[in-house]
C-alpha cells in the first residue's frame, strides 16, 4: 500500500535534548512538507522540500532543522533552541504545485 | 499572502440534519481550494477540491463546496450528517499558476453532532 508513515507515534523530550521525527513516503512524491499542529491555530508550514537535496523554511522554522538526501525520506529535528516544542507534528508530500497533499498520522512530541 | 478564515471554531448539529461550515480567503487572482477532515489523534484526509472548472465540488463522504469567487468563499456543505461526522475540517487555500506556494490552513472548526 502507498502512503506516509511517521515514527514514532508519540516522543518524548528532556530539555537541551535534540530529537528526530522520521517521515517516509512511498508515493514517489517530489514534495515533502513539515507542519506544526497546535490547539485553536490549525497547521503552520516548518519546512518544505521541492525535490531531493534542497529545502526552504517555512513560516515557523527557527529552532527546526531538516534534511532530504533521499525522495522518500524528510527527517525533522525539534533543537534545543526550539523553547516550545510540544505539538502534533504532520508530515506531507504531494507532486507539486496544486495538487493534493496526503499526510501521515503524525508524531505527537511532549516535553518531559 | 494569502490568509484563510474558518469564522466557526465549533459546530454542533444534530444527526441527520444539515451543516455548512464557513470558509473564506483573502482574495488573489487564481486560487486553488481544499478542505482537509481530521478525526483524533490522526492526520488530514482530503474532503474535497476546487482547480478549475465547475463551482459546485462533490467530495467524499457526501460533502460538497462551492467556489465563490465575488465572495472569496469556499464553504463546506453536507445535507445530512451522521455521528460518524464528528471531527475537524479545514480550510486551506494556495495560489495557482504561480509556481509553487506553499499551502495556507484556516483554523479549524470541531463538528460535534449529537443523537
Known amino acids: 500500500d502507498g502512503g506516509i508513515t511517521q515514527s514514532p507515534k508519540y516522543l518524548f523530550r528532556k530539555e537541551g535534548q535534540n530529537v528526530t521525527l522520521s517521515c517516509e513516503q512511498n508515493?514517489?512524491?517530489?514534495?515533502m512538507y513539515w507542519y506544526r499542529q497546535d490547539p485553536g491555530q490549525g497547521l503552520r508550514l516548518i519546512y518544505y522540500s521541492q525535490i531531493v537535496n534542497d529545502f526552504q523554511k517555512g513560516d515557523i522554522a527557527e529552532g527546526y532543522s531538516v534534511s532530504r538526501e533521499k525522495k522518500e525520506s524528510f527527517p525533522l529535528t525539534v533543537t534545543s533552541a526550539q523553547k516550545n516544542p510540544t505539538a502534533f507534528y504532520l508530515c506531507a508530500s504531494s507532486t507539486g504545485q496544486g495538487e493534493t497533499q496526503y499526510f501521515g498520522p503524525g508524531t505527537r512530541l511532549l516535553v518531559l | 499572502a494569502q490568509s484563510v478564515t474558518q469564522l466557526d471554531s465549533q459546530v454542533p448539529v444534530f444527526e441527520e440534519a444539515p451543516v455548512e461550515l464557513r470558509c473564506n480567503y483573502s482574495?488573489?487572482?487564481?486560487?486553488?481550494l481544499f478542505w482537509y477532515v481530521q478525526y483524533p489523534n490522526q492526520g488530514l484526509q482530503l474532503l474535497l477540491k476546487y482547480l478549475s472548472g465547475s463551482t459546485l465540488v462533490k467530495g467524499i463522504n457526501g460533502f460538497e463546496a462551492e467556489f465563490n469567487k465575488s465572495q472569496t468563499s469556499f464553504h463546506l456543505r453536507k445535507p445530512s450528517v451522521h455521528i460518524s461526522d464528528t471531527a475537524e475540517y479545514f480550510c486551506?487555500?494556495?495560489?495557482?499558476?504561480?509556481?509553487?506556494?506553499?499551502?495556507?490552513f484556516g483554523t479549524g472548526t470541531r463538528l460535534l453532532v449529537s443523537p
Open positions: 508515493l514517489n512524491h517530489d514534495a
Open positions: 486551506a487555500v494556495t495560489e495557482g499558476n504561480t509556481g509553487f506556494q506553499k499551502l495556507v
Open positions: 482574495s488573489s487572482v487564481s486560487v486553488y
